[in-house]
């Protein structure tokens, strides 16, 4: 079946280790996605790609990078430089501009 | 910088009650998305509201966006519990992939 897969489910970082979260898609989305939900609160986009090759910095890009060497996988890094990494992190990609097909989520917890 | 605010942050509703969120916008949005989140779940999409006044049905939810579009509003008819969830509206700006999440309406339903 076609949809978008996170991996891991769930992830626990020592303070100041990298972690990379995976994200891949085999919708032939062009447009990928990471969100950042903390409790009862909304998404923060962390960054997005519209094409392999090329990604923009979303509203909270600090202490995280991504890359987009092909079109199905959008992996995320948290660095140490993120101060407060402990949160649930959703991966998207859409076609266009319009619907947001959704992951499953990763949750991250600092120790 | 651009803002999606939603309100109420919380509903509680017996069973067969009605429920109303709002979301209000800082600037003209392009089209606004709404998205139902279950307990522990991700994010799914519901409906995408693009033109001036539009007002679309599914069943006992219906989406309306403002003649401005810089406001949308999700009314569910006659809640049933399978309704609780987390129901977040998120606007789009131009043409970008970027879209802006309100923080969400929390709703539950007592059966």
């Known amino acids: 079946d076609g949809g978008i897969t996170q991996s891991p489910k769930y992830l626990f970082r020592k303070e100041g280790q990298n972690v990379t979260l995976s994200c891949e898609q085999n919708?032939?989305?062009?447009?990928m996605y990471w969100y950042r939900q903390d409790p009862g609160q909304g998404l923060r986009l962390i960054y997005y790609s519209q094409i392999v090759n090329d990604f923009q910095k979303g509203d909270i890009a600090e202490g995280y990078s991504v890359s987009r060497e092909k079109k199905e996988s959008f992996p995320l890094t948290v660095t140490s430089a993120q101060k407060n990494p402990t949160a649930f992190y959703l991966c998207?990609?859409?076609?266009?501009?319009?619907?947001?097909?959704f992951g499953e989520g990763s949750r991250l917890t600092v120790l | 910088g651009q803002q999606v605010m939603q309100i109420p942050q919380y509903q509680h509703v017996q069973e067969g009650e009605d429920f109303t969120t709002y979301c209000n916008s800082s600037?003209?949005?392009?089209?606004i998305q709404w998205y139902k989140q279950r307990p522990g779940g991700h994010p799914v999409f519901l409906i995408q509201?693009?033109?001036?006044?539009e007002v679309k049905k599914q069943k006992r939810l219906t989406f309306q966006f403002g003649e401005a579009k810089k406001n949308s509003s999700l009314h569910i008819t006659a809640t049933q519990t399978t309704d609780v969830g987390t129901y977040f509206c998120?606007?789009?700006?131009?043409?970008?992939?970027?879209?802006?999440f309100g923080s969400g309406t929390r709703l539950l339903v007592r059966p």
């Open positions: 509201l693009v033109k001036s006044g």
């Open positions: 919708l032939n989305h062009d447009a």
């Open positions: 998120a606007g789009g700006v131009d043409s970008s992939y970027k879209l802006i």
């Open positions: 998207a990609s859409s076609k266009d501009t319009g619907e947001l097909f």
């Open positions: 600037t003209t949005l392009s089209n």
